[in-house]
């Protein structure tokens, strides 16, 4: 039987008021023109179950806050309310209703408390079932199942109605749209999806893992080494020659230690002192050439003042005697002006006193006392550098000869050794670097044995996983073959009913879950946007719903259908057949199964069968807004095209 999920009310919080919808009847018809909000109201259903993205219009994004929905699943009744704001959309309050208890809020979206985690739990399904592709070699462990797969078979939105179902037209989602169909007609379990996806997983691995191997036998091949038995012999051998390259090396060394006598030692000593003390003469060398280059310095800018000063004793002396016939400002003649002897005839003020200073000045004087003392400085200078010049040639000298006699007298115990020294050093780095490389070989080759049996691992787990799936199905195959043939039963009775046109032959597809007509899956066949798919559609979707109420299975137990009359216009007969298929299936076994339509206009010998809900342009499903008109919105289809 079909897990009772029934949509009781929908309640939407507008910024003018509240308006509900109630859904009491098994079959409810939302009837009333394009435009008059039919599809608004459903997709504002599918974006309080938080099932994939909903194609809201402008009125429920401007005018609506929040939408909640009346549903009973199973023996459980819940109030969902879920905010159209940004900032609040990602929550959903959930109540329940039996014992007025407020539960935690959920949200939409991956989370410790996710609303797609709870509404398939009330299914009976897990969360984290993933639909992997049943190819041979497929690597992916495939796309993780959601309740907004679940509802791609609870709802037919109006651009599918006459075009696809559930997506099939997109073949990236064939894997899981048949796993959904598989869950819930109990075809398969969750447990084999998880196994099938590891079989998967391990595809993927066991690949990476070859790629691997592949690498590592390569660089294997490049050592020249057939085997780890060879490489493990060719390092013994290495490491061999090394312990014997290092003891001859060492008994060289031995032999090579200089004999450290009384006298050598004393030299050693005198070397050193004298090394020391020339480096000391060089840096006394470099300290004096220094200062007289600033006595030098100083020197020259003494010379510059002093210059300077005679320039201006020998100016002031050579403008004294200048006698002005004319003011030099204003021009007018002082020939004629008379001033004392003791006055100047241009500025009238008396003559300075003349002085009975030396005729060189002060400044002078001290200038030049500065120049001798700084030609004293230099001349010590130049003293102290000429026997530092002989300290360093003394030291150097004494550096020479000790050195020359400590190689004197040890020349005749090293330089003989020398070469055989280098010959044995040679071999033993000759012999570590074959170990190193050796040993290099021998980690690729444990790796090439820890990538068989890593392989081998995944090898044995892959075929134990088969061998349960295959289990598993064997153990579905009677439930299996039952429900499809119950299917493909259903769909060529209902299809025969309706009478489409073009349709000669039907049957269902037992791999893919899709209706054929004529001989070929629908899609191939069918024209989209035609009657005859829109009809063939209805046919499928009843004959689903039909058989889900007689079998074990976990199918939902509503259909949403948005415009079957979309295409349908001319073919009044169909019409007529479409709703009293879905008149039949409401009243077979009441309260099993509840179906919600939105159309435009109805049959007339089947309008007073069932549940209506008529709107207008005075009465949009979002009562509380003024509808602008008709023609004056977009619909939602239209948008959508």
Not at 26 to 48: N, S
Not at 329 to 335: A, D, E, H, V, Y
Request: glycine share 6%.
């Amino acid at each position: 039987m079909t897990i009772k999920f029934r949509l009781n009310a929908v309640v939407l919080y507008t910024t003018e008021g509240e308006v509900r919808h109630e859904f009491s009847s098994d079959l409810t018809v939302l009837e009333g023109p394009t435009g008059a909000g039919k599809t608004t109201l459903l997709e504002l259903i599918k974006y309080g179950f938080a099932a994939g993205e909903a194609r809201l219009a402008s009125v429920a994004t401007e005018s609506v806050n929040d939408v909640a929905l009346d549903v009973s699943i199973s023996d459980e009744h819940f109030v969902f309310l879920r905010s159209l704001d940004a900032a609040k959309s990602k929550n959903v309050r959930i109540v329940d209703l039996h014992t007025g208890e407020r539960l935690p809020d959920h949200t939409v979206g991956d989370g410790e408390l996710s609303f797609n985690s709870f509404l398939l739990g009330k299914l009976g399904l897990p969360d984290d079932i993933k639909a992997a592709a049943q190819r041979s070699r497929s690597s992916k462990a495939g796309s993780r199942v959601t309740f907004g797969d679940v509802f791609k078979y609870l709802y037919v939105p109006q651009y599918a109605v006459n075009r696809d179902i559930a997506d099939s037209r997109d073949g990236y989602y064939d894997p899981k749209r048949k796993a959904v169909f598989e869950l819930l007609f109990k075809l398969t379990e969750p447990e084999i999806l998880a196994m099938q996806s590891n079989v998967n997983v391990l595809n993927g691995k066991i690949d990476s893992e070859a790629a691997s191997l592949e690498t590592v036998l390569t660089f294997l091949g490049d050592s020249n080494t057939s085997s780890r038995e060879e490489v493990e012999q060719a390092l013994r051998e290495a490491v061999s020659e090394q312990q014997s390259a290092q003891v001859e090396l060492n008994a060289i060394r031995e032999e090579l230690d200089p004999v450290v006598d009384r006298q050598t030692q004393v030299y050693r000593d005198l070397l050193t002192g004298a090394e020391r003390t020339l480096s000391e003469a060089r840096s006394a060398v470099q300290d004096l050439l220094r200062e007289r280059e600033e006595i030098s310095l100083e020197k020259k800018r003494v010379k510059a003042d002093s210059a300077r000063l005679e320039r201006m004793r020998d100016a002031g002396a050579r403008l004294a005697n200048i006698e002005f016939a004319a003011c030099p400002r204003c021009m007018q003649s002082l020939k004629n002006r008379s001033a004392g002897n003791d006055v100047c005839r241009l500025c009238l003020q008396p003559e300075p006193v003349e002085s009975n200073q030396p005729t060189g000045s002060y400044e002078l004087q001290q200038l030049e006392l500065q120049m001798d003392e700084m030609e004293a400085q230099l001349e010590v200078t130049e003293q102290h550098l000429q026997r530092a010049y002989r300290a360093v040639d003394d030291r150097e000298s004494l550096v020479k000869n000790l050195t020359e006699t400590l190689e004197s007298r040890t020349a005749n115990r090293i330089t003989p050794r020398l070469q055989v020294f280098s010959d044995a050093s040679d071999r033993l780095a000759t012999a570590r670097t074959r170990q190193e490389a050796y040993e290099l070989a021998l980690q690729q080759w444990d790796r090439v044995a820890d990538i068989e049996r890593e392989v081998q691992g995944h090898r044995t787990e892959q075929e134990r996983l088969k061998a349960e799936i295959a289990a598993r199905k064997t153990a579905l195959t009677e439930h299996k073959e039952f429900v499809l043939s119950r299917i493909e039963e259903e769909f060529r009775k209902v299809v025969s009913g309706l009478k489409i046109a073009t349709v000669e032959s039907c049957g269902f597809d037992r791999e893919n879950y899709l209706p054929l007509i004529n001989g070929k899956v629908f899609t191939k066949t069918l024209m989209s946007g035609g009657g005859s798919m829109t009809a063939t559609q209805i046919a499928y979707w009843a004959s689903l719903i039909t058989v889900a109420r007689e079998v074990d299975c976990r199918y939902p137990s509503i259909l949403v259908l948005d415009g079957p009359r979309l295409a349908l216009n001319t073919a009044t007969d169909t019409c007529a057949a479409i709703y009293k298929r879905l008149v039949g299936l409401a009243n077979e076994v009441p309260g099993t199964v509840q179906l919600i339509v939105s159309d435009n206009e109805l049959p007339g010998e089947y309008q007073g069968e069932f549940a209506r809900i008529r709107v207008d342009y005075h009465h949009p499903t979002v009562a509380t807004v003024p509808h602008p008109g008709e023609g004056l919105v977009d619909p939602i289809a239209s948008v959508d095209e």
